[in-house]
């Protein structure tokens, strides 16, 4: 993959398939004339109208004629985003090619951050990838953002870091030598992306991250972006299978005779958007190629690993279990109830489900009130447990243990399903405590009767507006003020005397003064 700048026109060809975009298409191209390494020393567009039928081809053309050295413009028959990208690619004459949706956009600096990493990393990475970031109807950043938390431009090498997955061909830029023999699959609709990168990464699994870069992906109010629309195509669940996930599984075998974590890994991220829907659309498929549809789906799901199921990011405890238990046998695993933990959990031959402590609790709300407090929170429950029958909070203090019931309420609308098969439940809890329990040192644990035993919750979670954090704070309770803390256990009242006011300010003075040194 040598190459040169003086091989290439310019640094960074970007290629948009346009279709019926006329409100967002000015805004995206704007956003590439904005780019501070230089538009016309340094970028081209080639910009392919696909046959829209609004004013989106004249929008290409009056930028054409704004610069006709930077910007090419295509105009072709209707024939489908890969379509359209293949043939830009052909008239590209940059070092390095993008290519940005036509309702999206880069921040300023995006070309000039991946030119510099470029420029000093092996010749043999063949795409850098940046964050995206959705705007419009969303404001935050996708949920694959966690590889770029390390904050500096690097090389990810996939034997290593399999689970830093790259799907999106919009939000990367390739060496253009590395797609003179390859293209987009004209016959997915969906997923073309993923097919080309997953098969560049099957002969170069490296690439580079730049997470100074952004990638603006816009979810539109209008709700009719293919991101918005695809669940609601026959394509999205047959075609991407057949085309993409088994293509991915048995290309990899063919090549390297075996499939890599990083495949597996990504596969099994892309099956989780199926494996996360209630309910399917009852106009999508006929009842045969849904039948067909489920059996390629676990048929998939057979050939990733155990440990690669369990290790996906923003995977639920009951989903997790759920894909373990159809991997093992259809609601197989024992049950086991762990009397010393206070837990529960399944347990298969070689690996043991998520725990039923370990489903987090949310912390929403505390309310102060003259004579107790109150929070207010919910929590799952998965299905295969036995159903809970009431949530009590444990009081240990001194004096001994008390317990104190709690309000419960079943949601089951709230829970997770796959295919119209509950999964879980959500359960809403208040809970109250008189301030007249809290007169010495108190520890309060969360727990539930589920069937005849008790468990105990070790994930608390608190919500951005719960006020109690994991460091001390002091909180006027009643007549009495107490030094309050959360831990992912339990929480913790401490009443606030002269001594331990007086030991609280002396150790902060200490710190100060190292802090200083």
Not at 164 to 178: D, E, G, L, P, T
Not at 220 to 247: G, M, P, Q
Not at 306 to 326: A, G, K
Not at 414 to 439: C, D, M, R, W
Request: hydrophobic residues 35%.
């Amino acid at each position: 993959m040598n190459q040169t700048v003086s091989d290439y026109r310019f640094k960074f060809s970007v290629v948009t398939a346009v279709y019926n975009v006329e409100p967002y298409l000015a805004e995206a191209i704007e956003s590439i004339l904005a780019q501070d390494i230089g538009f016309e020393e340094s970028v081209e567009m080639v910009l392919v109208d696909d046959g829209s039928t609004d004013g989106s081809g004249a929008i290409c053309d009056e930028y054409q004629q704004k610069f006709p050295n930077n910007i090419k413009v295509i105009h072709k028959k209707n024939g489908g985003a890969a379509c359209a990208r293949n043939t830009g690619i052909s008239h590209c004459e940059g070092q390095y090619i993008s290519f940005m949706d036509a309702d999206d956009r880069l921040t300023s600096s995006t070309l000039s951050d991946v030119y510099g990493f470029f420029s000093t990393c092996d010749a043999n990475i063949p795409f850098v990838s940046v964050p995206i970031y959705f705007f419009e109807k969303r404001d935050f950043g996708h949920r694959l953002n966690y590889k770029y938390e390390c904050e500096s431009s690097r090389i990810i090498d996939l034997a290593h870091e399999y689970s830093f997955v790259q799907m999106s061909a919009s939000s990367a830029f390739f060496r253009h030598k590395i797609l003179q023999d390859r293209s987009f699959d004209t016959t997915l609709k969906y997923a073309e992306d993923a097919k080309l990168i997953m098969d560049i990464l099957l002969d170069y699994p490296q690439y580079g991250i730049v997470p100074s870069g952004r990638y603006m992906y816009r979810t539109r109010n209008a709700l009719d972006s293919a991101l918005n629309v695809s669940k609601h195509r026959k394509e999205w669940y047959i075609d991407s299978l057949k085309y993409y996930t088994f293509w991915a599984l048995d290309e990899s075998e063919r090549r390297l005779g075996y499939i890599p974590d990083f495949v597996q890994y990504t596969i099994m991220y892309d099956l989780l958007a199926r494996f996360r829907m209630k309910k399917f659309p009852d106009d999508v498929m006929t009842s045969h190629e849904k039948e067909s549809f489920l059996s390629m789906l676990f048929r998939a799901l057979q050939r990733i690993d155990d440990h690669i199921v369990m290790e996906q990011h923003n995977l639920s405890p009951e989903l997790c279990d759920y894909l373990l238990s159809i991997k093992k046998a259809p609601d197989s695993g024992t049950f086991v109830y762990d009397a010393d933990a206070e837990d529960q959990y399944f347990h298969y031959s070689d690996l043991d489900s998520r725990s039923s402590g370990s489903f987090p609790v949310n912390l929403e709300a505390l309310d102060f009130a003259e004579n107790e407090l109150t929070m207010h929170g919910f929590f799952k429950v998965y299905t295969r447990f036995p159903t809970p029958s009431k949530l009590f909070l444990r009081l240990t203090s001194e004096k001994g243990t008390q317990t104190l019931d709690c309000n419960l309420e079943e949601d089951r609308s709230k829970g997770a399903a796959f295919n119209e098969h509950q999964l879980s439940v959500t359960e809403y809890f208040t809970a109250s405590i008189p301030y007249k329990l809290l007169k010495t040192k108190t520890t309060v644990e969360l727990c539930m009767l589920s069937g005849d035993h008790v468990i105990r919750f070790h994930k608390l979670k608190r919500k951005p507006e719960f006020p109690i954090t994991k460091k001390e704070k002091i909180f006027r309770l009643g007549k009495k003020s107490y030094y309050l803390s959360l831990s992912p256990q339990a929480f913790s009242f401490k009443p606030v005397t002269p001594v331990t006011y007086l030991k609280r300010q002396t150790k902060r003075c200490i710190n100060a003064v190292r802090c200083r040194l």
